[in-house]
Each structure stands twice: as structure tokens, then as C-alpha cells.
């Protein structure tokens, strides 16, 4: 059986975390956001904000822990593996920022291909900031344009996961999975 990998995308604080932990309480397989332990790591070491001191630094670890990510699914035996973010979205933040990347970023993305992705969008209401999660609510809109525009470049069709509650959402999303399958 191959594991099919499904993306839970979308800017800063869409829901995506709450949507793979629920979805992991379900019984399926999860591999959680790692942007907040490289954050958190950093800033044991008295680097406030990695990504805004050393943006390249901060990205080429991701990359490396979400290349990490997919290879772990290759010897998993479920339907489907879930990931809270992907591999394209190190390069869409780069492209938010403006800052330059080697073509390895942009290699490892046309490599590492993902079966389905779903797309949450800004939300208001749900929008909180923290010590990991320094982005305005209108940067985060910003950030998703740059999400999408990646997303789309590398050839994925995003199937926007609406507003709701979070039992919707998940009902949504393994609706969906299992309609397409």
C-alpha cells in the first residue's frame, strides 16, 4: 500500500496544528510543524527570532526536517499520512521575505511531490500571536498569497478547507480523501 501525503497548509494561525492534532486523536498518522522547535531551539540560545536574524539559516533547517518528514512516510503501511506544512512552503517564505535561496530549495520541491493539499485560509477570529507566531493577522494574509502562489507553481491544485468548526474541518478533509480515492 502506498501512503498517500496530505498537506494541511495555509498562512500563520489558519487552524492547521489544531486540524493534525485532532486528525492524529483519530488514529492517523501525523507529522506536526517543526518551524516552532527550530524557533524554540533558537531561542534557548538567546536568538530571539531566527527566521528574521538569519532567514537562510532558519529555512535550510526546515528543509532538512521536513525532507525528513516525507522520507519518514515511505515505510509507513496507512492510507494516509498527514503533515502540518511542506516542503514548498520553506521556499514561499523566503519568496515573502525577499531574501535569496540556493536552487536546492526549489530542487527539493519538485523531488519531494505530496498527493493532496488542503488549504486553510486567514481567519480572524481564530488569529492569535505568540512567542513562536510573530506575525501580524495582515502579514499572515500576505504570507498565504505567497503559500498559494508556490503551491500552484509547483503544479498543486488546493482545495480550500472552509471555516467551521474543528470536527467540520476534519469530516471535510477525510470526506474529501475518501471521495478522491
Known sequence: MN?????????????????????????????????REVTAAAQKKGIEQLFLTQPLLFSELLLKGRIQQFKDAEALKNSFAFYDRGIP???????????????????????????????????KEIYEQDNE?????????????????????????????PFGTVSERVSFILNTLNTHE
Open 89 to 123: 512552503d520553506v521556499a514561499a517564505y523566503m519568496d515573502y521575505t525577499g531574501d535569496e535561496y540556493p536552487d536546492m530549495f526549489r530542487d527539493a520541491c519538485k523531488e519531494h511531490l505530496y498527493d493532496v493539499a488542503f488549504m486553510l485560509a486567514p481567519w
Open 133 to 161: 507566531r510573530y506575525e501580524s493577522f495582515e502579514q499572515a494574509e500576505t504570507i498565504q498569497k505567497y503559500l498559494t502562489t508556490a503551491y500552484e507553481s509547483y503544479g498543486y491544485q488546493l482545495i480550500d478547507v
Open 3 to 35: 501512503t498517500k501525503r496530505v498537506l494541511i497548509i495555509g498562512g500563520p494561525g489558519t487552524g492547521k496544528s489544531t486540524l493534525i492534532t485532532a486528525l492524529e486523536e483519530k488514529g492517523h498518522v501525523c507529522f506536526h510543524e517543526i518551524s
